[in-house]
Each structure stands twice: as C-alpha cells, then as structure tokens.
C-alpha cells in the first residue's frame, strides 16, 4: 500500500530529465527539452515532505495528443482517481474550490495490478494505454511496534532509494468531466470542466519486508521498464510489474535486495498536516527489554549484583528493643503528648505502680498498664470523683 509520500520538485525534476534524454536517444537524438523545462517551472514551489491522495502532483504520461504521442508529458493531476464524470446535482470539485475534499480521493488512490483488467474502472484505462509514472523522494509506511515503549501510536517507516534518486511509481490516470461548465476566452464558448486524477498500482510485499505491509507500491527499476510502461504498457508489461519488484529475474534483482533502504521516522509524520524538514530524517528507537533478556546467560548474575548495591545503599542496621527501651519510648511518647495537651484538674489518669508510667484519656479505663502489663493498682483518693459508671474508685 502507498498512502503517504514525500513529494518535491527535485525529485519531479531528476525523472524529467532521465526520461526525456532517453527518449531523445530513441527520437534520432532529439532531446524533449520541452518537458524538461515545463517541469522546472511548474513544480518549483510544491515540495510537500508529508504528501497524501486528495493533493496535486505533477505526473509523467504519453502525450494524449495524437500527433505529438512520442514525446513525453507533463500534466497536473489529483492523487485518487475518480473513473466517472460528475454531473450538475454531485460534481466533481476542484482543489481551488472552498468547498473541495480530499474524502473522494480516499477510494481509489491504489490499484490492485492483478485487478487492473478485471475491474471496469481500471480496466478501459490500461486498455487505453493511459499510463503515467509519479517520481516521488520516498514513501512511507505505518506498523505498531511491540517493543516500542509508545505502543499507542503506529510507527512510520521511510522507504527510499539508497542513492537518494528518486523513486518511480507506476500509476493509472484519467480524465473526467466535474460537471460545472467554464468560459474559454480563446473561443468565447462554454465549455465542460475537466479534472485530471491518478492511481498508483501496487503488488505484494516482498518476503522480507512483509512486516512493513503486506502490499507494496510499484516501483519501476530502470529507465528502460519505465518508458516501456509509459508508451507500450501490455499485458506483458503488467506481468514483470506484478513480480520482478518482488521475486526480480535474471536480468533485473528486485529493487528491494541492493536499491532500498527503509528506516523509522518521527511520530509527527502521523499527522498528514505536519511538513517539517525533519520528516525524512532517521531516528533510533527506544525499545522496551524483552522478559527473554532476564533468563540469558548472566542476566541472574546481574540482578543479584543490583540487588546487594541496592541493599548496601538503602541498608538500615536492626535495633533489638527490650522491655526497658520500650518503656522509655512509650514514656517519651506520653510526654510529648502531656506537653501538647496540658492535662486540667478535671483530667482522669492513673499511673502504673511499676513503671509509673501515665494513663491518661481513653488509657484511663486500661486495667492493665499499657507497656508492663501489671494489673492497676490505685489509693483512694479524697478528691476523685465519680467515674462515668457511676460509682467510685477504689483498690482494683
């Protein structure tokens, strides 16, 4: 699959002049300087690192003018193809138009190869030998990593040329009424709105980057592939594009063994508005330890290691309390709290005749002392009053 691409003039620029010196050699040295330039000033300002379907591109097709079918042409068109013309009720809306959405485009902005001659909206294309060819820096693909330690968020790969030319993606375009009449000023006529759209043709992932997508772009491998699809693409065209990509032949390896690289890219590129500098640039990933890291040779040995460091540092020597120690803290404690809530004369306590410790407040029904345990024992007192049973106290 091919849904995000990294688009620039530099690029649009190199295949123009790749393809028109070669077709130059096959026109009695003719060169297509023509196309060369038109592409200079027509793409000079829409380099879109985070491009998607619903934008315009610049695309390289036959020239459909009939007396003009071995040059090479350069043409505006909209990413997602739109195989039907639109009427007055539901056009098709260009994208200087307020009202202009991206969300037709989102239909057909890949084609299946193995489908093109099963399905009528791709089929009259090929038949019609309405190929084109859109030369892009890179594309980009999404998987979720499971080591990743932002698991919530897909990650994006960037899938380049290893030489940094650019790549080649072989497409479907078509032609379509959007169902708006404009005024020609050449003619002085009505005439009907036109709007050029595309499709990029993909196949099988390779074996070895299955993992990445299990569907991949259509990469053409060489000059000599590309302008055969531009000019002669027949069944047999189709076939070498549905696996040479892939499985490569005797000829040609597959462009995935010695002409890509694929590395992962910032997590901006997944807002489709985002269009840094830094969306193309390589970034290492944090990974979380894999469980299968601790049961490896030394792993035991290691943690036993952190575990005496720790213990060595946060380490605190034990205390035996004894009775006697206990007593003096429980004192303490009792003192504190004396200071902090001075006791009035209407204050009930009795004290410990063994380790005189004091009990006051809820303490004061205690029959045993709260830290010795002997029972308690008390004089009668002139001055104490009835206690809250209602009755006085005495020797217990």
């Keep these: 699959m091919c849904g995000r691409t990294a688009y620039s003039a530099n690029s649009t620029a190199a295949a123009a002049r790749g393809l028109s010196h070669e077709i130059g050699k096959n026109c009695n040295g003719e060169n297509n300087e023509e196309a060369i330039r038109h592409t200079y000033e027509a793409v000079s300002t829409h380099n879109r690192q985070n491009s998607t379907p619903g934008q315009s591109y610049h695309i390289f097709r036959r020239s459909p003018r009939k007396e003009d079918t071995n040059n090479l042409d350069v043409c505006t068109a909209i990413w997602g193809l739109l195989p039907n013309h639109g009427t007055q009720n539901k056009p098709h809306l260009l994208p200087t138009d307020p ?121 053409l491998w060489n000059i000599d592939i590309a302008l055969e699809w531009l000019f002669n693409p027949t069944s047999d065209t189709v076939q070498k594009l549905r696996y040479i990509p892939i499985n490569g032949s005797a000829e040609h390896p597959s462009i995935w063994d010695n002409q890509l690289s694929v590395y992962p890219v910032s997590k901006k590129v997944n807002d489709s508005k985002y269009q840094g500098d830094d969306c193309t640039v390589e970034i290492k990933l944090e990974k979380i330890k894999s469980i299968t890291s601790f049961f490896s040779p030394g792993a035991n040995k290691r943690v036993k290691t952190e575990e005496k460091k720790l213990d060595q540092k ?83």
Excluded at 101 to 115: C, G, I, K, Q
Excluded at 165 to 172: E, I, M, S, T
Excluded at 320 to 345: F, G, H, L, W, Y
């Design 99 to 219: 009202k202009f959405s991206v969300s037709p485009h989102y239909t057909m902005f890949n084609a299946r190869v193995e489908t093109i001659y099963d399905k009528i909206s791709f089929s009259n294309l090929i038949r019609n030998q309405q190929s084109c060819i859109l030369a892009v820096d890179g594309y980009y693909e999404w998987t979720t990593e499971s080591q990743s330690i932002d698991i919530k968020k897909k990650q994006p790969y960037f899938i380049c040329n290893k030489t940094k030319r650019p790549l080649l993606l072989a497409g479907l375009w078509t032609t379509v009424k959007t169902g708006h009449q404009i005024h020609n000023a050449t003619t002085n006529k009505l005439e009907n709105e036109t709007i050029t759209t595309f499709t990029i043709l993909t196949t099988d992932a390779h074996q070895n980057f299955k993992w990445l997508h299990p569907r991949q772009p259509i990469m």
């Design 314 to 396: 946060d380490a605190t020597p034990t205390i035996q309390i004894d009775a006697q120690t206990k007593v003096e803290d429980t004192k303490k404690e009792s003192n504190k709290e004396s200071k902090d809530n001075p006791s009035s004369p209407d204050t009930k306590s009795w004290t410990c005749a063994v380790c005189t410790f004091m009990h006051t407040d809820q303490k004061f029904d205690y029959l045993a002392c709260e830290v010795c345990g002997s029972l308690r024992v008390e004089e009668t007192d002139s001055k104490t009053e009835d206690d809250d049973r209602g009755r006085k106290r005495k020797v217990i």
